[in-house]
């Protein structure tokens, strides 16, 4: 099972942006994600297409179970 931890964020222009983390730390806090979504933002490093990063939209983990058949 692989897990991904998604930081969704509104451009300058209005726009969606997402980042992903591969196996994140856990268990995951969400006033650490927040903060830590804040300071991305206010440092200016991060940005799109759609634009730089205005503000925090949202996060999620998203699970996912692969099984592979081997198929003879």
Do not use: C
Request: hydrophobic share 45%.
């Amino acid at each position: 099972m692989a897990k991904t931890l998604e930081l969704e964020f509104v451009t300058e222009f209005g726009k969606s942006a997402r980042l992903s983390v591969e196996n994140p730390k856990e268990p995951i806090e969400e006033a650490v994600v927040k903060q830590a979504m804040e300071e991305m933002i206010a440092s200016g490093v991060f940005t799109s297409a759609n634009g730089n990063f205005a503000s925090v939209k949202g996060a999620r983990v998203i699970d996912r179970n692969v099984t592979e058949y081997e198929i003879v």
